[in-house]
């Protein structure tokens, strides 16, 4: 593998695009509104390019990625606080892979589909708080410096493979999203904002203790203290010090997720900020929370996982259960959308915590196909929000006939949350429900109830929004524009082609959910009735049908060896831990 | 009795070894491709398709078709045991051991399907480029149509469940967007999202057996598990067959989850010909045939599936005579016939042949009464109340042909379909013997007495009589575009039952993948004569009942039972106390929870924490520094832990 520093490239173009949008001139410098609108046009089209760069860097990246080789690819490691053993140490499992390729995707498509709400921001604000001196230093400028800031610590807090460099990350994304929604959101912003900041620093505080105590675990023994995330992973912790460790980073992450029942936050943080940085939020954001228990509180704290793991499959199907109820009662379409997040990611952690290789790479997939599909629920949501102003599903309907791209799109989405075949999340829910099914059957029965609420939360949106007679205040909607259309088409099309073919993602990142379920030391459960070997790769015939049947067996010798053959050749593309993974079945 | 016959046909029906498709055959992804071509042409090409979209969507079904028929002639010319081809197109999902390709099976059993839901589907295209050209959106209902199409072919090809599963949840979104298709009605997109919602339900229901499956088998492909199921214990088998009845109940608007079928006549008529004949409601019956290893397996779940066949039967039926819309008179009819290939089908290797016979001879009555009914719509200005027809039969004489075809063909008049078809069902309960199968088989032939009692009332208030409609309204006959697809429909109605089980043709194509019943009976039997002569009994009390009497303009006051029957008995008074009601308080009461309990209880620490819940809010202003603050203190900590920890 070459040396060249893909991910440091990758998270440092973001960042030059920031430093380049920052040394445009700014609002002081004087103008006509038309010299000021040429400036944010440069703006935007800075952070479109620069994130459309990063975009193909990590493309690159994920092709130059090899399924079957070590682990961690692409790897730097330098130290950086050699005192205190804290390097910059990045590497991508393929976990982490599909994450940054997530977050990278969404960005261009955030900045196409934000590109006028920073103005109307300004607008709406003065009709909805006059008198307020709210809008000073509001300008299309730093809201998109700050997306593309956000952008390199979101790929910076996927690929850190040192504990503190992630745990900097993770605190830094913060500052961001703060003003995002603080500063350029709607509504109760300042509250939401604030809500979301506490809430976060709450858990990031628990964190940072647990992150110092495992340091100091590393010292233990004489050993030269260490961050380093595979060397802590063979850290010897008692199952004592493994509970409160875990702990430490379980509530950070939880909160972050949001599993039920820290997600109060999500909905007015969701709700007050923009669709764009909305879309962050649930879909980059979140992740890093479901990110973090998969990577960090399982393959550091395996045992303390196992312990707490009845717990939190009991938090993931309330989360799954509520969430889904309460969507089904909102009035307002942003927070509706929250709060099926909230039950989608009951059911990302639920996948995690059923330790089995369905449903962690099921939830994994998860958050890749969650980031995409509830992203262009958002998006669309805003789009339609941004033409009659109000939040209110009771101040919709009709919008089909006269916005029907619009709306045929907002159901393409619609239909991504509720996890129809042929859309993406599908394929990810089944393989969550199905690997929890193996281990809690309990569980999975009332999570599967969850497919059923999902079904009413969306299509009750659906109805009230865009259907029966056309309401006057929506008479005049235009449809979407092309610039609004390209923005959002990306999204279908990934939900669409990963939906009818996970296998490229899946081949990503089954050997990485491999590996965490070895360090946890979890296996899946053997059937009791397994199929025979022949059957399960299908076409051929049951061992009790050679013996009625001969007839029919003579035919078939041919078939099975083509298939066997089929077989082999596909594992052999599969990595050496997959096909142990696959004889052992 | 039971145990001897799956004994005998269990290793049988396993038996069937799958071959690669070849020839042909190794192109039968085209049988997907097709309708799918043409739903994305005309739902992405716009506007543009507008004038010539039609076209296309007439001609992927007709294209499938005819792809179908090669695929058939090639399945005929392989011995019996080797007509069973599969075919992987690539592989869909591979995580551990949950191996799931993107497989097809041709065998006797789909491709029986096949040739229903294209070749029905096909006339049902052709008659709604009449019926719906003056809509203005023609293009969009045709994209739907073929996506409908397109669903319900992988669902009958895919050969594994999860597959299936893909192809029944996309039923369920061609359903939603058809019946909802003039949205801008409100009682149409309520009736699109409970169909679907009501289609979730069993949904979730298959979903579970195919997780319990893939736990016991580690397999969900239809060879893997039908290899394994025997060894499974009696409880997970029962388990994985009620599971199966329960997504099968959705699909098929059986008892509990029937209450979605009646209001899907919301949308145009072309789709209710399509869900009820070529379909949609016979997936269920599929299921559940497909599933064979397994119910033979369990006469527990075999005995649940038969008592909701039954029961469905005669509710269907009941709901079918007190209606005075056609449509909805018409879909009761539906949930009563389809009542009768569950019950069928419920019975085992005794039924199944029989179920399928049913399935395929209703495929053609059931679309033929559709589209009859769709001209009558039409001519009378989408009037659908039965008690302002009347005399239609010199207006529309072609119509009331093709539509009396099918009466003969639905009520079982010998040597019409249902009379080959629905007599050995009611026999083959009968024959179950005890209790069970005495119950059985006297629903089975009470149920076709009211079969023929609806269907009369519904030939006579239709066609004969007196005219009750206004002067303005001007019937003369529909279209040739409209006329001869119930044309060719109604000769296949008359034809279908005689074609399938004279000769025990259906039996001996499809006895390999689905076993043979292990008695044959004759043709008139003491059970078929008895079923005559209730059918002939009930056409004559419904001719005193609207025949040879005036029909009334409006419905007449009636005993507490007829009122029942016309609120579909109470089917969605009973969803709306038990279900709907409950789950509104939850939903409230949730929501309340949220903001004031979890919520309210966060922003009270938080408020402890800062001296009240004003202070908090005045955080906001100082946010920056308080920021700034925290993450020093942060700092601080930090820095100060590791000097302890050097030192």
């Known amino acids: ?585 | 009795m039971t145990g001897s016959v799956h004994a005998a046909l269990v290793p049988h029906a396993a038996a069937i070894a799958s071959l690669h498709a070849t020839g042909i055959q190794a192109a039968a992804g085209l049988l997907l491709a097709f309708p799918l071509a043409g739903a994305v042409i005309l739902l992405l090409g716009g506007k543009r398709t507008n004038s010539w979209g039609h076209l296309v969507g007439v001609a992927m079904p007709v294209l499938a078709f005819a792809y179908g028929v090669a695929a058939f002639v090639q399945m005929l010319g392989y011995p019996a045991a080797q007509r069973s081809r599969e075919l992987t197109l690539y592989q869909f999902i591979n995580v551990g051991r949950f191996q799931v390709p993107f497989g097809l099976r041709l065998d006797p059993l789909s491709i029986c399907f096949v040739l229903l839901i294209t070749g029905v589907g096909s006339l049902i295209h052709i008659f709604a480029v009449g019926y719906m050209s003056h809509d203005p959106d023609r293009r969009r209902f045709f994209g739907y149509m073929n996506l409908f199409v397109a669903a319900m072919l992988l669902l009958v090809l895919a050969d594994n469940y999860l597959l299936l599963y893909a192809g029944w949840e996309g039923v369920g979104l061609a359903s939603y967007l058809l019946i909802g298709f003039w949205q801008y009605k409100d009682s149409a997109a309520v009736a699109a999202k409970k169909a679907f919602v009501a289609n979730r339900v069993g949904d979730a229901g298959l979903s579970l057996a195919i997780m319990l499956m893939f736990f016991q088998f580690g397999s969900v492909t239809f060879t893997g598990v039908f290899g394994a199921a025997p060894k499974a214990s009696n409880g997970v088998v029962t388990a994985i067959g009620l599971l199966l009845l329960l997504g099968a109940c959705g699909k098929s608007a059986q008892l509990p989850l029937q209450s979605w079928l009646l209001d899907a006549m919301e949308g145009p008529t072309p789709v209710s010909a399509l869900i009820h004949a070529a379909t949609m409601v016979t997936a269920g019956v599929y299921l559940i045939v497909r599933s064979a290893p397994i119910f033979n397996l369990t006469p527990d779940a075999r005995l649940a599936v038969a008592i909701v066949g039954a029961a469905t039967l005669l509710f269907g039926g009941i709901i079918g005579c007190a209606k005075d819309d056609i449509k909805k008179s018409l879909a009761g009819s539906t949930m009563s016939q389809i009542g009768y290939m569950t019950l069928a089908a419920g019975l085992g290797p005794a039924g199944y042949i029989f179920a399928i016979a049913q399935l395929l001879a209703h495929g053609f009555f059931k679309a033929t009464l559709f589209l009859t009914a769709g001209s009558v719509k039409h001519e009378m200005n989408d009037e659908v109340d039965m008690r302002r027809f009347g005399g239609l039969r010199v207006a529309m004489p072609i119509t009331f042909g093709a539509f009396f075809c099918a009466y003969l063909a639905i009520i079982g008049i010998p040597p019409f379909s249902a009379f080959f078809t629905k007599d050995p069902i009611i026999e083959a309960a009968f024959s179950k013997g005890g209790v069970s199968g005495a119950l059985l088989g006297t629903a089975a032939l009470i149920g076709a007495g009211i079969t023929s009692l609806y269907m009369t009332r519904m030939l006579l208030m239709t066609f004969t009589g007196r005219r009750r409609w206004d002067e303005g309204q001007h019937p003369h006959e529909a279209p040739p575009v409209m006329i001869w697809p119930a044309i060719l429909l109604a000769a296949g109605s008359l034809a279908a039952g005689a074609i399938f089980i004279l000769g025990s043709r259906l039996q001996s194509f499809l006895g390999p993948v689905i076993g043979v019943p292990p008695v044959s009976h004759g043709i008139f039997t003491v059970y078929g004569l008895a079923g005559l002569a209730l059918v002939i009994a009930a056409a004559g009390l419904a001719w005193v009942l609207y025949g040879r009497r005036e029909v009334p303009a409006a419905a007449p006051a009636a005993n507490p039972f007829t009122v029942a029957a016309r609120k579909d008995l109470y089917g969605d008074a009973i969803n709306e106390g038990l279900l709907m009601r409950p789950g509104q308080w939850l939903t409230r009461l949730s929501v309340y929870f949220d903001n004031r309990g979890v919520d309210g209880l966060v922003n009270t620490v938080a408020a402890a924490f800062g001296g009240s819940s004003g202070r908090l809010r005045k955080v906001q202003t100082g946010f920056v520094r308080s920021y700034a603050l925290s993450m020093l203190v942060g700092a601080v900590l930090l820095v100060g832990t590791f000097l302890l920890v050097r030192l």
């Open chain 1, 1 to 585: 593998m070459s040396t060249f520093p893909w991910l440091t490239v990758a998270g440092a173009v973001p960042l030059i695009g920031a430093i380049a949008i920052a040394l445009t001139p700014g609002r002081s410098a004087a103008g006509s509104p038309a010299d000021r609108r040429a400036r944010d046009l440069l703006v935007k089209r800075l952070a479109l390019v620069f994130s459309l760069i990063t975009l193909a860097l990590t493309i690159v990246i994920a092709v130059k990625f090899r399924p079957g080789g070590p682990r961690f690819q692409f790897q730097q490691v330098y130290q950086w606080i050699p005192q205190f053993g804290v390097h910059y140490a990045v590497g991508v499992d393929g976990i982490a892979l599909v994450l940054i390729l997530m977050s990278t995707v969404l960005m261009p498509v955030v900045v196409l589909a934000s590109w006028n709400d920073v103005e109307e921001v300004a607008a709406g604000a003065t009709s909805a708080a006059p008198g307020k001196r709210a809008r000073r230093g509001r300008s299309a400028k730093s809201y998109f410096a700050m997306m593309l800031v956000l952008e390199t610590m979101m790929i910076g807090v996927f690929a850190a493979t040192d504990v503190f460099l992630f745990y900097v990350f993770f605190e830094a994304m913060l500052v961001p999203m703060y003003f995002m929604i603080g500063s350029y959101g709607v509504g109760q912003r300042q509250y939401a904002a604030v809500k979301f900041l506490l809430y976060s620093l709450l858990g990031g505080l628990l964190m940072l203790v647990a992150v110092i105590a495992l340091y100091v675990y590393s010292t233990h023994g004489g050993h030269q203290g260490t961050f380093l995330f595979t060397q802590l992973s063979h850290l010897a912790l008692s199952p004592t010090t493994q509970k409160w460790l875990f702990l430490g980073f379980f509530v950070a992450f939880a909160i972050k997720a949001p599993l039920w029942p820290f997600h109060t936050w999500l909905p007015d943080a969701a709700t007050s900020a923009q669709p764009g940085a909305a879309v962050l939020l649930v879909g980059v954001l979140d992740k890093v929370g479901t990110f973090g228990m998969i990577r960090y509180c399982l393959d550091l704290f395996p045992s303390a996982a196992h312990f707490f793991t009845p717990l939190v499959i009991v938090l993931s199907v309330v989360g799954i259960l509520y969430g889904a109820v309460v969507a089904i009662g909102q009035a307002d379409i942003k927070r509706l959308i929250a709060y099926t997040s909230v039950s989608h990611m009951g059911l990302i952690t639920l996948g995690i915590f059923a330790m089995t290789s369905q449903g962690q790479a099921g939830a994994t997939l998860y958050m890749v196909n969650h980031g995409f599909a509830t992203g262009a629920l958002f998006i669309l949501a805003g789009f339609m929000v941004s033409r009659r102003k109000s939040h209110l599903i009771a101040d919709y309907g009709g919008v089909q006939k006269v916005a029907p791209v619009l709306a045929g799109l907002f159901l393409v989405a619609g239909l991504a949350g509720l996890a129809l075949p042929g859309l993406s999340t599908f394929v990810s829910e089944f393989l969550v429900l199905v690997g929890t099914f193996t281990r809690y059957e309990a569980a999975a029965v009332l999570a599967t109830a969850g497919i059923i609420l999902a079904a009413i939360y969306i299509l009750w949106m659906y109805q009230r929004t865009m259907t029966g007679p056309v309401r006057a205040e929506v008479a005049n909607m235009p449809d979407l524009k092309a610039r609004e259309l390209w923005a959002v088409a990306p999204l279908i099309a990934l939900i669409v082609v990963l939906g009818v073919y996970p296998k490229p993602a899946l081949d990503i990142i089954n050997p990485a959910v491999h590996s965490t379920l070895v360090g946890v030391h979890s296996r899946d459960p053997v059937p009791p009735h397994p199929a025979s070997a022949q059957a399960r790769q299908a076409s051929t015939t049951s061992t009790a049908a050679s013996s009625t049947a001969p007839t029919s067996t003579a035919p078939t010798s041919t078939a099975p060896t083509s298939t066997t053959s089929l077989v082999q050749h596909r594992r052999g593309q599969r990595s050496q831990t997959l096909r142990k993974q696959g004889s052992s079945a």
